[in-house]
């Protein structure tokens, strides 16, 4: 079960801001052509940065807590997922903001 930590946790994070897409109206995934615009650039940005510091030995991922599943770069599909998911959660939360605010 550890090798699906990071998983899980991405999971979690979906799980609990997905609510504010229906209680607050963000419509963040009814725009999916605005989501996926909002999450290139950012999205082409880290995954660079994640296979350059991988290449170079700045960081590495543990074993017990990853599928051993990997892209291109020895990626880990995690932390590809990291940076898709953080960033929706990111938006969903601060859409679910600007509407409580009135902004």
Request: proline share 6%; hydrophobic share 55%.
């Amino acid at each position: 079960m550890d090798r699906f930590q990071y998983l899980l946790l991405l999971g979690a994070c979906l799980a609990v801001t997905l609510p504010l897409e229906f209680v607050f109206r963000t419509r963040v995934y009814r725009r999916p052509l605005r989501l996926a615009r909002a999450l290139v650039y950012p999205v082409i940005v880290f995954v660079a940065w994640d296979v350059v510091a991988i290449a170079r030995g700045h960081w590495t991922f543990t074993d017990r807590y990853v599928t051993g599943w990997e892209l291109p770069g020895s990626l880990p599909v995690e932390e590809f997922a990291f940076v898709l998911v953080i960033p929706v959660c990111a938006l969903l939360t601060f859409e679910a903001s600007r509407r409580t605010l009135g902004r």
